[in-house]
């Protein structure tokens, strides 16, 4: 109490000052609408500040729930447009009378691809070697396997090399091991390549000469490829190159995806390519 006591009388005046400058704010409040309506107006502009920035830091930590949430989606569309695109009429496209089973009397159709999307982090990504590689936070107690094609949202990424219980690491397009089959918006096939020079910039290969194709042009995944899905962007043309001895075109593309700042992926199992590898097999042996 003493203590109390002595505070009060050390700061007496200062508390007076306090107190007064306190009541002379209610009282113009209360009394002058102009200078009241400018303390409220003060008053919610700190305030509003004040929320906004807590708003911010709520954001913030919140935008890894966020990306995951809108990435689970993303894989949920994609599969969708995979279904829609990924059919055959049979009542067009074969003779063979199939038996239709009760429940399918509205549609004809079978599949001769089903993709199943796995969305995963990378944790590490490498863009300076020869053969570059990225660790993604989803492994074999995912589904994850050897083979599988990973993707982004704006295109080919590579291809699972390695996998652990919950991690696994992947072939990067970045790779002069990796050759993936491609097509130009045409409908032309040829395969897309890396030359090690730069991570941005891929190379198309085995284009015809007498193929009309100009700087802006987009290359695309087509239907050939075992593991990814066709339509996936690759990248556009911003180069081409004619090569006189085999009159072939070598072609530079920008690659769609942006290997410097990759985040989330999408691992894509094709749930019929062991059939079709067997089948392949099985040709070839003969």
Known sequence: MRNFIFF????????LFLGLEIVCVILIEHTNTMQGNDIISSANTVSGIIYKKQSDVVYYFGLRRMNDSLIDENAMLRKKLDLAHSSVDTLKDSLVHAKIAPLDTTSHIVRYADYVYRTARVINNSTNASDNYITINRGSSDGIY??????SGTGIVGRIEHVSAHFSSLLSILSTKLKVSAKLKGGTNGFVVWDEKSPDILTLVD???QVTVKKGDTVYTNNYSLYFPPDVMIGTVIKTEIIKKNAMQLILLRS???FHSLQYVYVVENKMAGEKKQLEDSSAKK
């Open 207 to 209: 284009v015809p000469q």
């Open 8 to 15: 009060i009388r050390r700061f007496f005046n200062l508390i």
């Open 256 to 258: 769609s995806t942006n």
């Open 146 to 151: 050897k083979g599988l094609a990973v993707i």
